[in-house]
């Protein structure tokens, strides 16, 4: 139906596109060892590797963890030693038990072993080691056979005696080590539970109860048992009560810190105050697994729980809790539908999909059969287990939507398909070839400040103004671009070319520092594909370096309006006139990000007349619903596809005066783009960097080259990074404090700055007036204050804290100090009561009540340092929380590296008194990637990149792909091949 144009080399790209964006390049990455072998499969894509050997203990895999913000970063223990590796092959070891315990690690490699290994999903650095202490631990992990699971938890009964679990805490990514204040917690432990929104917040239930730790683990409060509040407020209604129960597993609510969803025997219960009083759900009294609880951002709460008629039954139900949903809704399971009991089960960020592992619950005769199974809200379940896989320890999900999974010998992962059960098109002979991509995730933002008075004093009924000044470095906003992609019969020719001008795209933007993501779609023909996904967006690697390799051309009539609006929705196509369209195909944007479809191609929308498009403003309308900027690129050829004028020179022409030849193509893009806000940066565009400024600023975004030059696309790289920097990202940044003082804001208004560019550098200052009661004479009152700022999903995020001591009046006692510090006193706890509205000003954020006003969080302590416990929480005695048993004595929280033996620092040393002043400011949910564990230099990118480097972020669905040389096969019945 078309001319095909000469074929052209891609060489060309990259020397004018460098030349147009004028940065230095980040130094090369090395691509990964060939470590893993790659395993396409009816259900997704897998990969496979050998667990890394250990140089000490068993050659056994107990634990693995992922970071779910930067997967490449991957931790593996076998109970003695923890290493860690940022390419998904190459591992080290960054901590070992040692054979003999001491004061600062009492724990030895003789007979206690790492059972557990946390990645906060969130704050980067943050990280947890669980360790169960005791003369029969080891024994019992190898009597178990290294079954899934952890082998000691609550939910045993038998040889409890003796066993100790010890918590050890990491802010710098697993570099250095605190062991817990206080000495072990009594009994074996289940899962450990950090609250995702607040990383000071964890919760971990053991034989002797519940435990909670506000101050990122180094201290810990035992919960009173479960106790039935008074059937009253947001009580009532479908939840019932239960009284003297034990917390087996736990799961911490994804925004409200002090909302816990939990199991003790058959019930599923609630907490909204951090575990000290609890509700029950009404579900059916049987054995029951879970709760397992979706933790992404969004108030949809994604939660399931499985139940059985007895403990020996196979799974006769699933109780699925929906979105607006105030309980759980049961989904029959047909008999033998489930092998085993359910284990694990992890949401996928952004599709409605969840995986699950089984095991046997220690009971081989019952449940001789373990599998792998996906399932959704619909209860739907399918066996995906193609990989013949032994029983599967654990099961996790990282921001991107890669499934991460291990056995006692193997570490696998699985990019799973949109759509259960749809078998991948047949995309004929293959037409590119794609070079490996080299991906280093960007640095992170500097972590905000905030400063303010350490002390004042007042009489009683006095007030005073006091300020506090909040340093907030400029935090960068991910880019992420999604190509769709013209693969009509015109674009044979071109199509290698065009491939290597878009991965010259990405290779410029990474290696510029920015933190882009890509992927790329299929716009395409009636007569073949309408539209395909074929890589999701991901950090630059082998799903994108396969995506480019599936491209293939076909037919003649293009199917622009269903391929955007499904770019856009995901919603399916059904196919009564022509070829169906797999629903779940829309790419994952990261969340909070500036998201870019780079649509290419050579003629005008040629789906109107399909009765199965959508129109014009159905499309528009998807793509602004989900903040999608669009970017056309017009590809002109000889002749022209669209008629008059179309050629050539009607092209040079226009650009030689500086501006673009009308064509029904460019018109139809230009639509788009104004429809989705997409317009030219300040100084416009020189589209084909040749000196000439085709695009105006303020004009929509669309460039035309023509089919001769089509590898130069890569010049997008200098669009996409001057569009970056002109945009502003404002978000709402509000200081807010906890404590007895009266605190009456000043300025700004309800101590709140509704819109501040984040891309920029901000010192901001906050007001407020203070004072003390005559009833709180002579007493050091502690001020929490909290600088909060808005994360882009609805939500806020506490990035700095600092705390001021007001003494009311003459103390009185010779040495005034705050309650919960006096010698010897345990740690505080805040309490978990909801914050009071204020009088006025805009609505809080989902769940901001429930926030628990923390205690800063502290760094690990440099060796020699201690650390001293905070304050009380107001309104309680020293170091106990309301209702709550009284907290274990405070003790030195000692920093630990390998090998290397820590005394502490003599109180009132430097190094104490410099522990003591540390403060802790999670880095953002979304602002990047979480950094490697190598030590941390600031940013020495030009001014312009940090800000750049954050525009464009998406909620994540990744297939993620390690670099490296890739082995690829079918799948056989039963058997697979794969390096050992």
């Known amino acids: 139906m078309r001319t095909a144009a000469t074929r052209t080399g891609a060489a060309l790209a990259v020397l004018a596109l460098i030349a147009a964006v004028s940065v230095t390049l980040a130094r090369p990455v090395t691509a990964a060892p060939a470590c893993a072998q790659v395993v396409p499969g009816q259900v997704g894509t897998w990969t496979v590797r050998s667990a890394p050997a250990f140089p000490t203990g068993d050659a056994v895999l107990l634990g693995h963890a992922v970071d779910p913000r930067q997967p490449l970063r991957q931790y593996a223990t076998n109970g003695v030693s ?87 805490s990491s802010a710098d990514a697993g570099a250095s080590w605190t062991a817990m204040a206080g000495g072990p917690l009594v009994g074996a432990s289940g899962p450990l539970a950090p609250a995702p929104s607040t990383p000071a917040v964890l919760y971990i239930p053991t034989f002797s109860g519940l435990y909670a730790s506000l101050d990122g683990g180094r201290t810990w409060t035992a919960r009173p048992p479960a106790v039935t509040p008074p059937a009253e407020g947001p009580q009532q209604g479908a939840l019932g009560g239960v009284r003297g129960v034990e917390t087996v597993q736990v799961a911490v609510d994804p925004t409200a810190p002090s909302t816990l969803y939990g199991r003790s025997g058959t019930a599923i219960r609630r907490s909204d105050d951090g575990g000290l009083t609890w509700s029950v759900y009404p579900l059916p009294a049987e054995s029951t697994t879970g709760p397992f609880v979706d933790r992404s951002l969004s108030d949809a709460r994604r939660i399931l729980v499985t139940t059985q008629t007895y403990s020996t039954d196979p799974v006769r139900a699933l109780w699925l809790h929906r979105p607006g949903a105030d309980g759980f809704a049961e989904v029959p399971v047909p008999p033998d539908t489930i092998a085993g009991v359910p284990h694990h089960a992890v949401w996928h960020p952004t599709r409605d999909e969840l995986v699950m592992n089984t095991w046997d619950r220690g009971n081989g005769a019952a449940f001789p059969d373990v599998s792998l199974y996906r399932s959704n809200s619909r209860g739907t379940v399918e066996d995906i287990n193609e990989l013949d896989l032994p029983a599967v320890h654990a099961v996790d999900v990282d921001d991107y939507g890669t499934y991460h999974l291990h056995t006692s010998s193997e570490i696998v992962t699985l990019s799973t398909s949109a759509a259960p059960g749809a078998a991948a098109p047949d995309l004929g002979p293959p037409q590119v070839e794609m070079n490996p991509f080299a991906y280093r995730p960007p640095d992170p933002p500097r972590p905000a400040t905030l400063d303010g008075p350490a002390a004042v004093e007042l009489n009683p009924g006095e007030t005073t103004e006091l300020t506090w000044t909040l340093d907030l470095p400029r935090r960068p906003t991910p880019l992420d671009t999604y190509f769709l992609v013209d693969t009509s019969n ?26 882009v993501h890509a992927g790329i779609g299929e716009l395409g023909t009636r007569e073949a594909r309408r539209y395909s996904r074929l890589a999701d967006i991901a950090p630059p690697g082998t799903q994108l370096q396969r995506g480019f390799e599936r491209l293939r051309t076909g037919g003649g009539y293009e199917s622009h309006l269903i391929a955007l609006h499904q770019a856009a929705t995901g919603s399916g196509v059904e196919g009564t006139s022509g070829p169906a369209v797999a629903a779940g195909q829309d790419p994952s944007w990261r969340t909070g990000s500036l998201r870019t479809l780079v649509v290419i191609t050579d003629v005008q929308y040629w789906d109107e007349d399909d009765p199965e498009a959508p129109t014009r403003q159905q499309v528009y309308d998807a793509l602004v619903a989900r903040d999608v900027q669009a970017i056309g690129l017009e590809v002109v050829r000889e002749g022209g596809d669209d008629g008059v004028p179309g050629s050539y020179a009607a092209v040079e022409a226009a650009d030689a005066a500086s501006t673009t030849a009308p064509t029904p193509a460019r018109a139809d893009l230009e639509e788009l783009a104004a429809a989705t806000g997409s317009f030219a940066p300040p100084g416009g565009v020189d589209c084909r960097a040749n000196g000439t400024t085709e695009i105006e600023a303020g004009d929509p975004m669309v460039c035309t080259t023509t089919a001769l030059q089509v590898a130069r696309i890569s010049t997008l790289a200098d669009v996409l990074t001057r569009v970056l920097l002109a945009q502003v ?49 002579g007493q050091a009152l502690p001020v929490t204050v909290e600088a909060l700022l808005g994360n882009g999903a609805g939500g806020e995020d506490v990035v700095a804290t600092a705390v001021t001591r007001v003494q009311c009046g003459p103390s009185s006692s010779p040495a005034a100090v705050l309650p919960g510090n006096e010698p010897g006193a345990a740690p505080p706890e805040p309490a978990l009561a909801p914050e009071p509205a204020p009088a006025a000003g805009p609505p809080a954020a989902p769940h901001a009540a429930a926030v628990v006003p ?35 004595a405070a003790g030195a929280a000692t920093a630990l590296s390998p090998g290397v033996s820590v005394q502490a620092a003599p109180a009132g040393s430097p190094a104490a008194a410099a522990a003591t002043q540390q403060e802790d400011g999670p880095a953002l949910a979304h602002a990047s990637l979480q950094m490697t564990a190598r030590q941390r230099h600031p940013v020495g990118a030009p001014p312009w990149l940090l800000p750049a480097a954050g525009l464009m972020t998406a909620a994540a669905a990744a297939r993620l792909r390690f670099p490296r040389a890739l082995r690829t096969g079918p799948i056989h019945a039963t058997t697979r091949e794969r390096r050992r």
């Open 854 to 888: 923390g205690v800063p969080p502290v760094a690990p302590i440099p060796v020699g340092g201690t650390a001293t416990a905070p304050g009380s929480a107001p309104g309680t005695a020293p170091g106990t929380a309301p209702g709550a048993a009284p907290a274990p």
């Open 490 to 515: 015109s674009f044979e020719p071109d199509i290698q070319a065009m491939a290597d001008g878009m991965a010259d795209v990405v290779r410029t933007l990474t290696g510029a520092g920015i933190d």
């Open 729 to 777: 990202d404002e978000r709402p940044v509000t200081l807010r404090a906890t404590g007895d003082p009266p605190v009456r804001p000043i300025s700004p208004a309800d101590w709140r700055y509704p819109a501040v560019d984040v891309k920029s550098d901000q010192r901001l200052d906050f007001t407020a007036e203070v004072g003390c009661t005559e009833a709180q004479a």
């Open 82 to 168: 923890l290493l860690v590796t940022d390419d998904g092959c190459a591992w080290r070891e960054t901590f070992r038990l040692q054979e003999a315990p001491s004061a600062e690690l009492p724990a030895s490699s003789l007979t206690d072993r790492i059972l557990e290994v946390v990645v906060h999903p969130r704050a980067p650095g943050r990280m947890w080691l669980v360790v169960a202490t005791g003369k029969e631990v080891v024994d019992r992990i190898r009597v178990s056979g290294h079954r899934p699971g952890i082998p000691l938890s609550p939910g045993y009964e038998e040889k409890r005696d003796g066993t100790q679990t010890l918590i050890l």
